[in-house]
T-cell receptor, first 111, second 113 residues
Framework: AQSVTQLDSQVPVFEEAPVELRCNYS??????LFWYVQYPNQGLQLLLK??????LVKGINGFEAEFNKSQTSFHLRKPSVHISDTAEYFC?????????FGQGTELSVKP | DAGITQSPRHKVTETGTPVTLRCHQT?????MYWYRQDPGHGLRLIHY???????DKGEVSDGYSVSRSKTEDFLLTLESATSSQTSVYFC????????????FGSGTRLTVV
């Protein structure tokens, strides 16, 4: 069975700094990969997804992620964060129609 | 998201009582899912449905049952609530079996005392 590991439970960063949230998954076979964002007291919203093709995927709110098959990673990046990016971020992999989620990374953007 | 609603949004219940959470969608999506969210565990799949009356177990199904008698409604029942079932429950819908991603509801915060 697939598993997803988010390597950092909390990431504090100053406003306008770059950020990378790390995600590794367990399988080397073809996978579909996702990043979701959860703002306080809300449900999850899809940020971006990788299905096939270009390994660099662009999403909403200026986020992007790079699929690296050899390292089984799908790290999320943003070159300059805003206070409004403060949220919890979840990496997920699709396995036979079901999404398997990582433990989540809390991104805290400080002024 | 406007196409999926969960009820109730908050509930406090006593240990040993049955509880039913409802997920309602207006998108006519075939696939529906129930997850629970707990700190340090991310989201874990409880049950899912791939059509009316077609359901299956997820990773953490013990103590839970589901029913789907109509495309738009997916009910999650805690047969006899325990304190370990205190959690935030999310429903999700998907148009396709794989690769499409989910749309999530706003969640139900359940406290079992």
């Amino acid at each position: 069975a697939q598993s997803v590991t988010q390597l950092d439970s909390q990431v504090p960063v100053f406003e306008e700094a770059p950020v990378e949230l790390r995600c590794n998954y367990s399988s080397s076979v073809s996978v579909y990969l996702f990043w979701y964002v959860q703002y306080p007291n809300q449900g999850l919203q899809l940020l971006l997804k990788y299905l096939s093709g270009s390994t660099l995927v662009k999403g909403i709110n200026g986020f992007e992620a790079e699929f690296n098959k050899s390292q089984t990673s799908f790290h999320l990046r943003k070159p300059s964060v805003h206070i409004s990016d403060t949220a919890e971020y979840f990496c997920a992999v699709s396995e036979t129609g079901k999404l398997i989620f990582g433990q989540g990374t809390e991104l805290s953007v400080k002024p | 998201d406007a196409g999926i609603t969960q009820s109730p949004r908050h509930k406090v219940t006593e240990t040993g009582t049955p509880v039913t959470l409802r997920c309602h969608q207006t998108e006519n999506h075939r696939y529906m899912y129930w997850y629970r969210q707990d700190p340090g565990h991310g989201l874990r799949l409880i049950h899912y449905s791939y059509g009316v009356k077609d359901t299956d177990k997820g990773e953490v199904s013990d103590g839970y049952s589901v029913s789907r008698s109509k495309t738009e409604d997916f009910l999650l029942t805690l047969e006899s609530a325990t304190s370990s079932q205190t959690s935030v429950y999310f429903c999700a819908i998907s148009e396709d079996w794989d690769g499409y991603g989910y749309t999530f509801g706003s969640g139900t915060r359940l406290t079992v005392v």
